[in-house]
């Protein structure tokens, strides 16, 4: 594996969503991955595991998938009664299955700890704790492509992001999270049922999104 990460432009807050969906939808939907634009659109404005949440247009996503295209990042399959897309992320970055879940999750949901991390990669890829986690983070880091951040005012366990964004991207994100964090938490049973709600949720998106596709 390469030790350097490809020469590309930072991606924008738009093309980081879209990779990070592409991503999601090829463990999570494989029978109807690659995905059509309409399928990625509905994924990229998910108002469920998603941060921050957005309301893109298709010609935002059609003009961004171009760009990851140009840069090696996702690929257009013909063919079919519509065209689909997919990744390449793993290819052109050299990533291995667990890393490739990472990269996912931090490019959807921000700076997450190792047990935000383990938690919401089950759907993604099976990691045996949060070590293994880690240990995978620490490659990513090694390579450019995520880091450790300082840890915040208030916070207990340090986070990691992916570097694939734009520097003020993450400046935005980090705001955002410290906004959220001053805020009353959730007791652990009602974060428990938000928890299952969102997944819940989530699945009857998805569901959706194969309806449509399979329409298409």
């Not at 704790?129 to 880690?134: G, L, N, S, T």
């Not at 009353?184 to 007791?187: D, E, G, I, S, T």
């Given at each position: 594996m390469?030790?350097?990460t490809p020469d590309f432009e930072p991606l924008n807050a738009v093309e980081v969503r879209i990779?990070?969906?592409l991503i999601e939808k090829q463990a999570t939907t494989p029978e109807t991955y690659p995905l059509t634009l309409n399928s990625l659109l509905l994924a990229c404005n998910?108002?469920?595991s998603r941060e921050p949440l957005m309301s893109l247009t298709e010609g935002q996503v059609g003009q961004s998938l171009r760009s990851l295209e140009g840069r090696g990042l996702s690929r257009l399959v013909?063919?079919?009664r519509a065209d689909r897309w997919e990744q390449r992320a793993d290819k052109t970055l050299e990533l291995v299955k667990p890393q490739v879940a990472l990269i996912g999750l931090l490019l959807l949901r921000g700076p997450q700890t190792l047990s935000e991390l383990l938690t919401r990669s089950n759907r993604l890829h099976t990691f045996e704790?949060?070590?293994?986690?880690?240990h995978q983070l620490e490659r990513l880091a090694g390579r450019g492509l995520a880091c450790q951040l300082p840890r915040q005012p208030g916070q207990r366990e340090e986070r990691y992001?992916?570097?694939?964004?734009?520097p003020g991207d993450l400046d935005t994100l980090l705001a955002a999270r410290s906004q959220a964090e001053s805020t009353?938490?959730?007791?652990p049973a009602d974060e428990g049922r938000i928890a299952e709600l969102e997944a819940r949720i989530a699945a009857l998106e998805e569901r959706l999104?194969?309806?449509e596709s399979q329409l298409l």
């Open positions: 390469s030790s350097e990779l990070g969906c998910q108002k469920t013909m063919g079919g704790d949060v070590d293994e986690v880690q992001m992916h570097l694939l964004g734009e009353p938490r959730a007791a999104a194969n309806l």
